[in-house]
């Protein structure tokens, strides 16, 4: 019984958790990785796409709300979502058009387009705050709870209770889905084979025939896709603030990293592994030890380290795999 | 990446001349004329620019990391607070019974967090085995918490309502500055250590990292500053305004220039800071100036813009962005010192990537990459302009929707208007690097 409930605890405070997190994080980080491996360098603006497409998502989801429009149980900013995606690939080809174009042609170091992201994170940054404000927005609707902590307890007869959140369930679904066809897409089409095929080796790509600005399009389209996925999914599951949408930008380069730039598979194996380590050191273990070994009387909560440092996490992994292993899990791009 | 960043026709000898007097212009029209554009108070005129001088410091550091050798560190804030950490450690007071409650300890867990790490380093080095390393690593950490945890606990319980930090050794705020320099050096060398010789993009992404990691301590560790609680009375290097205006001699002399003893005492303390902060800054330029001329300075420039030719020279090109990602990162540690001396104040809350670190960018870009004086131009003007913003942008936006109806979209683009300084800086960002990527004063 004590097994049990020390089960129940850690799926409802660490894994559910940290596997809606993962799943966000690995949709974030699989953007990264593919811009990454089209254009070859890093965009410090994919954090801000994702606020921005997110503050589209909701304007437009509070349109649909002020015109009665709803979607049953689930959240409304799920029909919200395609327009939230149309418009922000338009705006992320409009940024390739006026800044990134110009220095591809150029073949500019990777460094000058790194710095141009930059600029255009200020933009975005800038512009998400213009639309929507800096405040802390909710905008799930619809049921909250799948299975709630009395029904469980009512149903289990367990002294601890399960939560599942509508918003988790959602996410993971949503994001196993867009994974899937994002393989499929890859592994499948023509297009996404071109995409590989430039992404490995871009003078024999375009030697046969691939048209370079047709891949470059397509990225950024997938990419904003992602991101505005990534960041419609985190919101409903947290809550909207476009700052947190800045400092999400180190956990999903971590998880990129991870699992080697460029390689999709990696990303989100990355995503996960991130989340999962981010979760479990900032828990207090305390309840859970409790259970298992009763005998065991620690001092304090048995939390590695406080909440607030979560970002570390990340960054001792980033480090360790800078360190140990630089092209990440799944052998990325050379360094 | 072979590309020569010198400009081939040499520019006028008389620009910079000409845009620092403009520069001067609008401090004097900042100071002088009150309208609608203009504050017209000198006190205003002289705050804008101290703090943009510290802005100048900054960006002659992050423009000795980009402008000598093409590093990209998206850690200025980092550095910055870790500058920030000196004046409270080295200048401050004694807090009393903080040191008894938990000093020693608290130094000896430190050591033994240095020691495990160097521990690990011996493991790998003669062992090769990565679960040996992790082991140390695992146990180092619980023997570290097991003596920091209790020392940290003794000295935040030591009157938690007044201080609760572990206070300064009260020495002169201005020895404190050249410690900040030394702490964002030693950040600094720990991340460049791990992040450089890699992919260029690492070591952005890695000083991401670590900038916010430092802002996290500085606001979760209170023994260290007191966290979110903040360290007011910061000692000062130069008088107090209640002092002068205390003082008869000096309300005489303010008398004798036409200004109240409150405004000339204002006036006073920000003129002394002002000249403290000029003669770093000519120090730190004429260093710098110097440095790049020499053939330390021709290296690090031929590393910049052809790293295989040069590596083939011979050139340890780690070894060189190591160091000058190190010297770069203390004037930056040097800056975040200055600005809480100016300040008297250690606020961890304020410290904003956007504000702090992709602000300098902006500063070090638009005054030309790789030229001193340069950044020193462009980080006093985008600080004016960014000061003046918050004046300027309602009024044009007051202006431009001025045909509008009055409504909820006019109210909130009203509302809004300070957001719009982003858009704009990131635009200015955008606009020079691609028309202008030499900037106001392009590398000589």
Same mark, same amino acid.
């Given at each position: 019984?004590?097994?049990?409930?020390?089960?129940?605890?850690?799926l409802?405070?660490?894994?559910?958790?940290?596997a809606?997190?993962?799943?966000?994080?690995?949709?974030?980080?699989?953007?990264?990785?593919?811009?990454?491996?089209?254009?070859?360098?890093?965009?410090?603006?994919?954090?801000?796409?994702?606020?921005?497409?997110?503050?589209?998502?909701?304007?437009?989801?509070?349109?649909?709300q002020?015109l009665?429009?709803?979607?049953?149980?689930?959240?409304? $900013?799920?029909?919200? /979502?395609?327009? +939230?995606? #149309? !418009?922000? =690939?338009?705006?992320? @080809?409009?940024?390739?058009r006026?800044?990134y174009r110009?220095?591809?042609?150029?073949?500019?170091?990777?460094?000058?387009?790194?710095?141009?992201?930059?600029?255009?994170?200020?933009?975005?940054?800038?512009?998400?705050?213009?639309?929507?404000?800096?405040?802390?927005?909710?905008?799930?609707?619809?049921?909250?709870?799948?299975?709630?902590?009395?029904?469980f307890? $009512?149903?289990?007869? /367990?002294?601890? +209770?399960? #939560? !599942?959140? =509508?918003?988790?369930? @959602?996410?993971?679904?949503?994001a196993?889905?867009?994974?899937?066809?994002?393989?499929?897409?890859?592994?499948?089409?023509?297009?996404?084979?071109a995409?590989?095929?430039?992404?490995?080796?871009?003078?024999?790509?375009?030697l046969?025939?691939?048209?370079?600005?047709?891949?470059?399009?397509?990225?950024?389209?997938?990419?904003?896709?992602?991101?505005?996925?990534?960041?419609?999914?985190?919101?409903?599951?947290?809550?909207?603030?476009?700052?947190?949408?800045?400092?999400?930008?180190?956990?999903?380069?971590?998880?990129?990293?991870?699992?080697?730039?460029?390689?999709?598979?990696g990303?989100?194996?990355?995503?996960?592994?991130?989340?999962?380590?981010?979760v479990?050191?900032?828990?207090?273990?305390?309840?859970?030890?409790g259970?298992?070994?009763?005998?065991?009387?620690?001092?304090?909560?048995?939390?590695?380290?406080?909440?607030?440092?979560?970002?570390?996490?990340?960054?001792?992994?980033?480090?360790?795999?800078?360190?140990?292993r630089?092209?990440?899990l799944f052998?990325?791009?050379?360094? | 990446?072979?590309?020569n960043?010198?400009?081939t026709?040499?520019?006028?000898?008389?620009?910079a001349?000409?845009?620092?007097?403009?520069?001067?212009?609008?401090?004097?029209?900042?100071?002088?004329?009150?309208n609608?554009?203009?504050?017209?108070?000198?006190?205003t005129?002289?705050?804008?620019?101290?703090?943009?001088?510290?802005?100048?410091?900054?960006?002659l550091?992050?423009?000795?990391?980009?402008?000598?050798?093409?590093?990209?560190?998206?850690?200025?804030?980092?550095?910055?607070?870790?500058?920030?950490?000196?004046?409270?450690?080295?200048?401050?007071?004694?807090?009393?019974?903080a040191?008894?409650?938990?000093?020693?300890?608290?130094i000896?867990?430190?050591?033994?967090?240095?020691?495990?790490?160097?521990?690990?380093?011996?493991?790998w080095?003669?062992?090769?085995?990565?679960?040996?390393?992790?082991?140390?690593?695992?146990?180092?950490?619980?023997?570290?918490?097991s003596?920091?945890?209790p020392?940290?606990?003794?000295?935040e319980?030591?009157?938690?309502?007044?201080?609760?930090?572990?206070?300064?050794?009260?020495?002169?705020?201005?020895?404190?500055?050249?410690?900040?320099?030394?702490?964002?050096?030693?950040?600094?060398?720990?991340?460049?250590?791990?992040?450089?010789g890699?992919?260029?993009?690492?070591?952005?992404?890695?000083?991401?990292?670590?900038?916010?990691?430092?802002?996290?301590?500085?606001?979760?560790?209170?023994?260290?500053?007191?966290?979110?609680?903040?360290?007011?009375?910061?000692?000062?290097p130069?008088?107090?305004?209640?002092?002068?205006?205390?003082?008869?001699?000096?309300?005489?002399?303010?008398?004798?220039?036409?200004?109240?003893?409150?405004?000339?005492?204002?006036?006073?303390v920000?003129?002394?800071?002002?000249?403290?902060?000029?003669?770093?800054?000519?120090?730190?330029?004429?260093?710098?100036?110097?440095?790049?001329?020499?053939?330390?300075?021709?290296?690090?420039?031929?590393?910049?813009?052809?790293?295989?030719?040069?590596?083939?020279?011979?050139?340890?090109?780690?070894?060189?962005?190591?160091q000058?990602?190190?010297?770069?990162?203390?004037?930056?540690?040097?800056?975040?010192?200055?600005?809480?001396?100016?300040?008297?104040?250690?606020?961890?809350?304020?410290?904003?990537?956007?504000?702090y670190?992709?602000?300098?960018?902006?500063?070090?870009?638009?005054?030309?990459?790789?030229?001193?004086?340069?950044?020193?131009?462009?980080?006093?003007?985008?600080?004016?302009?960014?000061?003046?913003?918050?004046?300027?942008?309602?009024?044009?936006?007051?202006?431009l929707?001025?045909?509008?109806?009055?409504?909820?979209?006019?109210?909130?683009?009203?509302?809004?208007?300070?957001?719009?300084?982003?858009?704009?800086?990131?635009?200015?960002?955008?606009?020079?690097?691609?028309?202008?990527?030499?900037?106001l004063l392009?590398?000589?």
């Amino acid at each position: 019984m004590d097994i049990l409930n020390a089960l129940v605890v850690f799926l409802n405070f660490v894994f559910i958790p940290a596997a809606a997190y993962g799943a966000q994080l690995a949709l974030g980080a699989l953007g990264v990785t593919l811009i990454y491996g089209i254009l070859r360098f890093s965009n410090f603006a994919h954090g801000d796409t994702m606020a921005f497409g997110t503050a589209l998502v909701i304007l437009v989801t509070w349109g649909l709300q002020a015109l009665g429009v709803g979607f049953g149980p689930l959240p409304t $900013a799920l029909i919200a /979502l395609p327009i +939230g995606i #149309a !418009l922000t =690939s338009l705006m992320v @080809l409009g940024t390739d058009r006026v800044v990134y174009r110009f220095y591809r042609r150029q073949k500019a170091a990777p460094i000058i387009l790194v710095m141009a992201s930059v600029g255009v994170m200020f933009v975005m940054n800038g512009l998400t705050r213009l639309v929507i404000g800096v405040d802390e927005i909710r905008f799930d609707d619809g049921e909250r709870f799948i299975v709630t902590v009395r029904d469980f307890k $009512a149903m289990t007869g /367990l002294d601890e +209770g399960l #939560a !599942l959140r =509508s918003t988790q369930a @959602l996410t993971l679904v949503v994001a196993f889905a867009v994974m899937i066809a994002l393989f499929w897409f890859l592994n499948r089409t023509k297009s996404g084979k071109a995409m590989r095929a430039y992404s490995d080796n871009e003078d024999l790509a375009l030697l046969s025939g691939i048209d370079p600005e047709r891949v470059v399009r397509q990225v950024w389209i997938i990419a904003a896709a992602l991101a505005t996925i990534a960041g419609t999914l985190y919101g409903l599951d947290k809550s909207f603030k476009a700052f947190n949408y800045f400092q999400i930008l180190l956990p999903i380069f971590a998880a990129a990293i991870v699992g080697g730039l460029g390689s999709p598979l990696g990303a989100i194996a990355g995503g996960f592994l991130v989340a999962f380590s981010e979760v479990a050191i900032t828990y207090p273990w305390l309840k859970i030890a409790g259970y298992v070994a009763p005998w065991y009387e620690p001092g304090g909560l048995m939390q590695l380290l406080g909440t607030e440092y979560k970002f570390a996490v990340s960054f001792v992994i980033l480090i360790v795999v800078l360190l140990f292993r630089p092209t990440g899990l799944f052998r990325g791009k050379s360094v | 990446m072979a590309s020569n960043r010198q400009s081939t026709a040499s520019a006028s000898p008389w620009r910079a001349p000409v845009l620092f007097g403009i520069l001067a212009i609008l401090f004097v029209l900042e100071g002088t004329v009150r309208n609608d554009l203009f504050s017209g108070s000198w006190n205003t005129s002289l705050a804008i620019l101290n703090m943009g001088l510290i802005s100048a410091i900054t960006a002659l550091g992050v423009n000795m990391q980009w402008g000598y050798a093409g590093l990209f560190n998206v850690g200025v804030v980092g550095f910055l607070a870790m500058g920030a950490l000196a004046p409270v450690l080295v200048s401050l007071p004694p807090v009393e019974g903080a040191w008894q409650a938990g000093g020693p300890r608290l130094i000896l867990s430190l050591l033994a967090g240095l020691g495990v790490l160097a521990l690990a380093r011996l493991v790998w080095g003669r062992t090769r085995k990565g679960w040996a390393v992790a082991l140390v690593l695992l146990a180092g950490f619980f023997l570290f918490r097991s003596l920091f945890d209790p020392a940290v606990l003794a000295i935040e319980g030591n009157n938690p309502a007044r201080h609760g930090n572990i206070g300064g050794l009260g020495l002169p705020v201005l020895l404190s500055w050249l410690v900040g320099g030394v702490f964002a050096a030693a950040a600094a060398w720990a991340i460049g250590k791990v992040a450089l010789g890699l992919r260029s993009d690492y070591l952005a992404i890695a000083t991401l990292g670590i900038g916010e990691i430092i802002v996290a301590v500085m606001k979760n560790e209170d023994w260290l500053a007191r966290g979110v609680k903040n360290i007011t009375a910061i000692p000062r290097p130069v008088a107090y305004e209640v002092d002068l205006q205390q003082n008869p001699d000096f309300v005489a002399f303010a008398q004798g220039w036409g200004f109240s003893a409150t405004e000339a005492s204002g006036i006073w303390v920000k003129l002394s800071y002002m000249s403290l902060f000029l003669v770093v800054l000519l120090v730190l330029i004429l260093l710098a100036e110097l440095a790049l001329k020499s053939p330390w300075g021709r290296m690090m420039r031929a590393i910049r813009d052809n790293e295989t030719a040069a590596r083939a020279m011979g050139k340890n090109v780690t070894r060189r962005h190591l160091q000058v990602f190190v010297l770069g990162s203390a004037v930056i540690g040097i800056a975040g010192a200055m600005m809480v001396t100016l300040d008297g104040l250690v606020a961890p809350t304020g410290y904003n990537p956007l504000r702090y670190t992709f602000l300098i960018w902006v500063m070090v870009i638009v005054g030309g990459s790789g030229n001193n004086w340069g950044a020193v131009l462009g980080s006093v003007l985008i600080w004016f302009l960014w000061i003046k913003a918050e004046v300027w942008g309602p009024a044009a936006i007051a202006a431009l929707t001025g045909p509008l109806s009055d409504g909820p979209l006019k109210e909130h683009l009203l509302d809004s208007s300070p957001h719009m300084r982003f858009i704009a800086m990131g635009a200015v960002l955008l606009a020079v690097l691609r028309f202008a990527p030499r900037g106001l004063l392009p590398e000589k």
